[in-house]
């Protein structure tokens, strides 16, 4: 004779099993939570989130793009085939780039059709840290390198300086060359910032190949399968950063790293393999019996080139020219947590090419200065990735010590009176 109500009792039992289950799993879930937050991760990392540390990744395959975007903006959706620049962005939504001018750069600021005689113009060319360093300031609307230079220098007839980009992000030289080329004449001297891009791009290939981020390349048949990964990595962390269970995760964010690096398993510091790049690039693969040093000594005296033609132009407008190599991490004493929690991708070896390159171009008495060691002593963080400069608290440390750096060299290139207390 079976029992009354048994069943019901059975089934509070399966119910109190699963429950228990649930609730251990959760545990364990929070243990390893709480063990990987404090192991893997410094104090200031752990108060600024997760969300910090997704906008703050930056790879060289996959550039940043908006989390807060209504769908799954890639960089590229922000960029359009242009004749010359190879790609200037666009304000077509929903992915556009609101802080555009018409030309395509970042800013509000246009480049106008003749040069303006109010304004003492300075064109800044080069990537993305030119670009910041032209279009960003404490507020909208202002910017830290003209603030910078307007305190520190007077200009030819005391004008104001004014400073418009022409810079953008993830090219390379000759890139701000054809800047320099289209724009140049409408400008009273130009500013060009590089280094970093140029020695990354050219570590396989000759200095002039279309940057990796290209629309181009990424798109061309022969990088079809690089294509592919670059989707999927981008979907896994699509999926973490923006899922109710991993969003705020620690653990979550180590587990999409990890699943992204091993899908990327392969390619070196964002470069596809040689056959992929020789489908696209041609001419820019060096022979397969060349050496390394063969390749370095070769992008070296091309980036002379490049250098010296970007003189000749400017002077040729009637624009003044000086041509800064940018500082990068590797040459940081001291080195904070954060700024270690991102790659090196640029080596101190691999940039003492251009370091050379530079002092070479000193000794035929051309503008041309090292931002290198600036930063070499600062204990405190100015990196917030690979290469850019950390905004706190409203100011830029790093952004306003090459601004500094620069004023002082272009007082003595081009003549200019620095103001009193000015620095």
Known sequence: MKKIGSPSKRLNRLWLRLALLAFSCVAAALGVELVVRHAR???EQRRSGVAALYRGERSAIMDPFDPESPRDCEWFD???????LNFVH???PPCGQKDINRQGFTGSRDIPLVRDPR???ILVVGASVAEQMATYGQTPG???LEEVLNARLEAPGKKPIRVLNAAMGATAIPTENVSNLLYSNVADAVIAIDGFNETNYS???FLGTPGIQ??????????RRLNLRISICQAVRNFFMRSVLTRRSFTGFLLQQEIVARILAGQSEGAVEPEEFRTYTGQYVPPPDWTHQQLDDWNKERYKTFVRENYAVASAVGARYAHF???IPAFKAVLTPDEKSHPLLVSKERYGKFMSAVAELRAERLPVYSLVHIFDRVPTTIYYDSIHCAWRDGDNPGYRMMSEEIAGDLAKAWGLKKKRGGG
């Open 325 to 327: 190599l940018q500082p």
């Open 119 to 121: 304004y003492f113009t």
């Open 78 to 84: 922000s960029v359009i085939a242009h004749p010359f």
């Open 90 to 92: 666009h304000s077509l």
């Open 142 to 144: 202002r910017i830290l």
């Open 203 to 205: 570590q396989y290939l």
């Open 214 to 223: 290209s629309r181009a390349l990424i798109l061309s048949p022969g990088s």
């Open 41 to 43: 991760f410094t104090a």
